[in-house]
């Protein structure tokens, strides 16, 4: 899955999907799909990140208080 690091507008392939929908997780392992090589994996805070389109990612997975 990719998401957009909202501080660069790069793409960041996410490694670990399961931290990011878990509300309590504050950071995703991902990373940048920009360039010719592939770099390290590092940790992204979600806050940070959006959906390729723009779209914010959905509170519950970022806000553990969040009720439907």
């Known amino acids: 899955m990719f998401l957009k690091d909202n501080n660069s507008g790069d793409l960041v392939e996410v490694l670990n999907v399961a931290a990011l929908i878990d509300?309590?997780?504050?950071?995703i392992n991902g990373r940048f799909h920009?360039?010719?090589?592939?770099?390290?994996?590092?940790?992204?805070?979600?806050?940070?990140?959006s959906f390729p389109s723009g779209e914010a990612l959905p509170q519950c997975w970022i806000n553990p208080d969040y009720k439907r």
């Open 23 to 27: 509300p309590n997780s504050k950071t």
């Open 34 to 49: 920009a360039g010719e090589e592939m770099p390290d994996a590092q940790d992204f805070a979600k806050v940070n990140m």
